[in-house]
Antibody
């Protein structure tokens, strides 16, 4: 059974960089068919896709966040990470990591439990 | 960029009733659409993928239909645990960009 677990600071100051890590167990980030992604959800609002990384390191980001987002993968630790720079209060959200099972259509079949990140001084 | 529009925003129903949630895509996505259920304080859970295939462990009362631009999630007879928010989702093949619908809250009437 694949499991994903987010970790990182729950409080980030405005203008700083948000950093989160997703640790994958029961599966490998090196499997060459899956995309590994980040999704966020502001309090009381809907889901917003942030970006994907493939095992090779290739990435694709939401155009609205692209200038501030970096997603990387560490195959030796079976982890992938999110960095979001120059954060503001609008970046306060629950951040989820998830696995996209690849192929056409993009089904997010496994999700982490989510971690709340608050941007505040 | 594909836009997914869900309706209605809120559905007020009683246990045992039938729920129908719609998702319309701004351009054809063939049959590549998924549905998720989210309860308060929980991560979304995959219900349906490829428009009509139930994910592992999903009860038969959940069904999906549609292709092209119009899709429907149906819950044949609402159980108490089905009151939640439902999202549709699609990823383009290249570049791989994912979009979600705005969500439909199914609440107890």
């Amino acid at each position: 059974q694949v499991q994903l677990q987010e970790s990182g600071p729950g409080l980030v100051k405005p203008s700083e960089t948000l950093s989160l890590t997703c640790t994958v167990s029961g599966g490998s980030v090196s499997t060459g068919i899956y995309y590994w992604g980040w999704i966020r959800q502001p309090p009381g609002k809907g889901l917003e896709w942030i970006g994907y990384i493939f095992y090779s390191g290739s990435t694709n980001y939401n155009p609205s966040l692209k200038s501030r987002v970096t997603i990387s993968v560490d195959t030796s630790k079976n982890q992938f990470s999110l960095k979001l720079s120059s954060v503001t209060a609008a970046d306060t959200a629950v951040y989820y990591c998830a696995r996209d099972k690849g192929g056409y259509g993009g089904t997010l079949d496994y999700w982490g439990q989510g971690t709340l990140v608050t941007v505040s001084s | 960029e594909i836009v997914l529009t869900q309706s209605p925003a809120t559905l007020s129903l009683s246990p045992g009733e039938r729920a129908t949630v719609s998702c319309r895509a701004s351009q054809s996505v063939s049959s590549y659409l998924a549905w998720y259920q989210q309860k308060p304080g929980q991560a979304p859970r995959l219900l349906i993928y490829d428009a009509s295939t139930r994910a592992t462990g999903i009860p038969a009362r959940f069904s999906g239909s549609g292709s092209g631009t119009d899709f429907t999630l149906t819950i044949s007879s609402l159980e108490p645990e089905d009151f939640a928010v439902y999202y549709c989702q699609q990823r383009s093949n290249w570049p791989p960009e994912t979009v979600f619908g705005g969500g439909t809250k199914v609440e107890i009437k």
